[in-house]
């Protein structure tokens, strides 16, 4: 026959057990000796009155714990750690930076003008391709050469969309930071475009 179980015992010494739990309890001497001596232990802890604490045992507590927690090194934060804890970090922060303009390069390709020298020779090597500049027209500025060979490959649809429009005001702004002999220069061909007759 099994005996009463810790619990069951408490609850028989406090008048709360089973009909059966309390058939045991008579039947059993081991178990009927358990209840027996939880009943005194509680009726002791019942009289028991704890003394209160001396008057001076507050005050106590709290300087003590009040040095205990000076005492104690305060955390610090994350960002005085010493540099060579830090060290790992930024490598690794470099490494993906490096690694993600590396492989943003790569994805752009080689562009026709990478390592190109802007020569009279390399420049006849590469062929004319825009309507408005004829493979037999000498070329004498290297910078519209370059402009009009990069253009060749520009479709007028992306470049008339709205976000690539210029904002109101950029050709005023970009006349005014044109030199006088520029300003003359940019009058004479206005002018001569706008006298030229339409075909």
């Known amino acids: 026959m099994a005996h009463l179980s810790p619990v069951a015992l408490i609850d028989l010494a406090e008048g709360r057990a089973t009909a059966a739990q309390r058939r045991h309890a008579d039947a059993c001497a081991a178990c009927r000796a358990s209840a027996a001596e939880l009943n005194e232990l509680m009726s002791l802890a019942a009289t028991d009155r704890t003394p209160d604490p001396s008057p001076l045992f507050w005050d106590h507590l709290s300087a ?38 590396g492989l943003l390069n790569r994805s752009n390709g080689a562009r026709p003008t990478d390592g190109l020298t802007l020569t009279p ?5 590469w062929p004319a391709q825009s309507e408005g500049l004829a493979a037999e027209e000498p070329v004498e500025d290297g910078a519209w050469w370059l402009m009009s060979q990069l253009a060749t490959d520009v479709v007028f649809d992306e470049v008339a969309a709205p976000q690539l429009a210029p904002s109101p005001g950029s050709a005023d702004r970009a006349a005014d930071q044109l030199s006088a002999a520029d300003r003359a220069e940019l009058a004479r061909l206005l002018k001569e475009e706008i006298t030229r007759p339409q075909l």
Do not use: E, F, N, Y
Request: net charge positive.
């Open 64 to 101: 003590r714990v009040r040095d205990a927690v000076r005492q104690d090194p305060q955390p610090k934060p994350w960002w005085h750690l010493p540099v060579w804890r830090w060290a790992p970090v930024s490598i690794a922060a470099i490494v993906v930076v490096t690694a993600g303009i």
């Open 121 to 125: 020779a390399t420049m006849s090597a």
